[in-house]
């Protein structure tokens, strides 16, 4: 793998998600190797185009202040990589921020996969920060398939608990749905005695990744191959309708949160 460190420009980037007024990202590129991965079209605007995605990592540098009106704004940590990827344990870039973070009065919030998020328990208990634990699937060996380099999400669930019990605020974000394979009601029964929130994202398939992802299913599981692909080309909407529809029905009594259409989400809904 290629590493460099880069100077940034800006660390804070004003945000298009729905729950987040500004992203964080210490890191371009993420070496987990998800087969999913939505963020490689950054490779065309970091100076990476041809490069295959998870074969460069750029450890961000910027030590300018951060501004001095974040005052309840929301900033989102790990929008485009995981902050917690295995480089954060050499160049602690994602600790680093936090700890700059401290003085803002910003409602700060964490994204990841990764157990590593742990070694960070000092700042994020006292500093009231939200973690998000990324668990699409409670099946190892597809999480496997599909993740390549990520923790298992046996770990996951164990960083899950761990928060819990260290009484940071922690939902578990559900993501991505995969049709005929993602086990979401076993993910959100092993999470919710210790989440305050479940959110549920579905898998978006386009550009390069698009045909990445199909042609992994029809190499793995060709008896699955053509409804997975129909649902894709011809049933999407329909399709994640109805998965939506189930979610309202088996959550009604708990907190969560669908995030199937970005687009009709509206900020701070």
């Known amino acids: 793998m290629h590493i460099q460190m880069v100077d940034a420009k800006n660390l804070l980037t004003k945000s298009k998600l729905p ?3 500004y992203v964080i990202n210490p890191y371009i590129g993420c070496n987990h190797g998800c087969v999913y991965c939505y963020a490689e079209f950054m490779s065309r605007f970091t100076g990476h185009a041809g490069e295959e995605w998870g074969s460069f990592m750029d450890v961000k540098k910027n030590d300018k202040p951060f501004p001095k009106n974040l005052v309840g704004k929301s ?3 790990g929008s485009a990589t995981d902050p917690y990827n295995p480089l954060e344990k050499r160049y602690e870039k994602t600790r680093e921020i936090l700890i700059r973070l401290q003085d803002t009065e910003a409602r700060v919030e964490i ?3 990764s157990p590593l998020v742990l070694r960070d328990l ?9 973690v998000g ?3 699409g699937t409670m099946d190892a060996e597809f999480a496997r398939l599909t993740e390549k380099h990520a923790a298992s999400p046996q770990q996951r669930l164990e960083t899950i608990r761990v928060l819990n019990e260290a009484r940071v605020e922690v939902y578990a974000f559900i993501s991505p749905i995969f ?3 993602s086990d979401w009601k076993t993910v959100a029964n092993e999470t919710e005695k210790y989440v305050s929130q479940i959110c549920f994202e579905n898998l978006n398939l386009r550009g390069g ?3 990445r992802v199909l042609d992994l299913i029809s190499t793995r599981y060709p008896e699955k191959s053509e409804e997975f692909s129909y649902i894709f080309n011809e049933n999407k909407v329909a399709y994640w309708q109805d ?8 959550m009604a009594s708990k907190p969560y949160k669908v995030y199937f259409f970005h687009e009709k989400i509206k900020k701070g809904r």
């Open 209 to 211: 990744y698009k045909r």
């Open 122 to 130: 000092d700042i994020i208990s006292t500093q009231c920060i939200r």
């Open 179 to 181: 049709p005929l394979f």
């Open 19 to 21: 729950d987040a007024d």
């Open 243 to 250: 998965v939506e529809r189930q979610i309202h029905e088996y």
């Open 133 to 135: 634990i990324s668990l």
């Open 111 to 113: 994204l990841t996969k």
């Open 75 to 77: 900033i989102l940590i």
